[in-house]
Every structure is written in C-alpha cells, then in structure tokens.
C-alpha cells in the first residue's frame, strides 16, 4: 500500500514535553501538507513543504511549532513544550508535482495527541 | 473568520433517499470546490470536486451543484447506502494561489443513513 503513512497514530504527552510526528508521502509525491482538527472542527491547514523547503507556514502557530520535509526521509511536525490546547488530530497530506489547480489531497490516517 | 460554513452539524435520512449536504462560503477568490468524506479514526478521502467554472459536476451516485451568485454549494448523494454514512467536509481554494493545497474547510457535517 503506497498511501500517506503518519506515525505514531496516537501519542500522549505530558505538558511540557515535546512531540514529534511523522509523515511518509505517497510514492512519487513531492509536496507534503500539515492539518490540524480541533475536536468538533474542520481541518485547519498549517504548512505546505516540498523536499527541503517550507512553502507555506502561513498557518502554524508562532512559537513552539516547527516542520521539516528533509531530502532523505519523513516529514516531522515538532510541537516543543506541549499544552492542553494542542491535544488534536493532526492530518498530513501529499500531493504529486503536478497536480494542477485541483488542489485534491492525499490524506494519512492521523496522528491523534494527547495532551495530559 | 470562517470562510468556508456547514450549518448543518447532521444529517439522518433513510437508505434509498437522497442526501443533500450544504455548504456556504464567503471569499469570492475560491474558484475550486471539493468534497472529502471521513470515516471515524480515518483520514478524509477525496470525494467528488467542481471548478467554478461549471454549476454541476456528476460522478455516479454524487453531484455536485455550484451557485457562485448565492456563494453556495451542495452534495447530493442518490440513493443513500447505509456505507455513505460518515462525516462529510466542503473545501474550498483558490486556484490562482501559489499553494493549491490550502485547502479551507468547513465544520463537517455527520451523515447518517438508517438501513
């Protein structure tokens, strides 16, 4: 199955430790997309990346939150010094070079935090 | 500033019957409209899209109709399998954008279709 792979599906973090969550794109995909769903709301988009480059970070918080798409390897959202606020399911998404203007996404599972 | 607006929280219909699901925007840039159907503890799944250029866009059972003047979109989905039932998001972007995938999305709405 060459889908989106997101890891770890679940993970429970005391306040103020870090959490690390990973993406895998589809074969073939280049650009990789964070979302965020709060508990009873739509998806919120956070960063586009391709390979080494952060695109669009337009919608990740100011502090604490960080993501790279290195040459080698997954995506990795980082979340420092976690708060309550921060428990959601967090959607990665990928997308191929050319995918036009449809904009049509390719999404993981999620990774669902915790925040204890 | 929500942009994109499902007011409907849930729908319930019967197997057989038609599902109409309604979303409204407000930014006047989308010009690309895509619905995503989710399954509990599962990622959205691409589901049908329409580009502001048509009014309606049909795939099997699912169609898609665009009023850009009422800043309106729906999904109707006939006849409604029991299989259908899943939250449902209306997504919105703006094609010209040099980021294609910032999708904005509206709350979902919950559709359930008793067998």
């Known amino acids: 199955n060459a889908g989106v792979m997101q890891n770890p599906r679940h993970l429970v973090r005391r306040r103020g430790q870090e959490a690390r969550l990973r993406c895998s794109p589809m074969?073939?995909?280049?650009?990789v997309y964070w979302y965020r769903q709060l508990p009873e709301e739509g998806l919120k988009f956070m960063v586009y990346?391709?390979?080494?480059?952060?695109?669009?970070e337009s919608g990740m918080p100011k502090e604490r939150f960080s993501a790279e798409f290195p040459k080698e390897g997954p995506s990795i959202l980082r979340i420092q010094q976690v708060v309550r606020g921060d428990s959601a399911a967090y959607f990665c998404?990928?997308?191929?070079?050319?995918?036009?203007?449809?904009?049509?996404?390719?999404f993981g599972e999620g990774s669902r935090l915790t925040v204890l | 500033d929500q942009q994109v607006k499902q007011n409907s929280p849930s729908l319930s219909v019967q197997e057989g019957r038609i599902s109409i699901l309604n979303c409204d925007y407000t930014?006047?840039?989308?010009?690309?409209f895509l619905w995503y159907k989710k399954y509990p503890a599962e990622g959205p799944t691409f589901l049908i899209s329409?580009?502001?250029?048509?009014d309606k866009n049909e795939d099997g059972r699912f169609t898609v109709f665009l009023n850009k003047s009422a800043k309106h979109l729906s999904l109707h989905i006939v006849p409604s399998q029991p299989g259908d039932s899943a939250v449902y998001f209306c997504?919105?972007?703006?094609?010209?954008?040099?980021?294609?995938?910032?999708?904005?999305f509206g709350q979902g709405t919950t559709l359930q279709v008793k067998p």
């Open positions: 998404a990928s997308s191929p070079p050319a995918s036009g203007i449809t904009g049509e996404l390719f």
């Open positions: 074969k073939g995909h280049s650009h």
């Open positions: 990346l391709q390979k080494e480059n952060i695109i669009d």
């Open positions: 930014n006047s840039m989308f010009d690309y």
């Open positions: 329409i580009s502001s250029i048509k």
């Open positions: 997504a919105a972007s703006d094609s010209r954008s040099s980021n294609t995938g910032k999708l904005i």
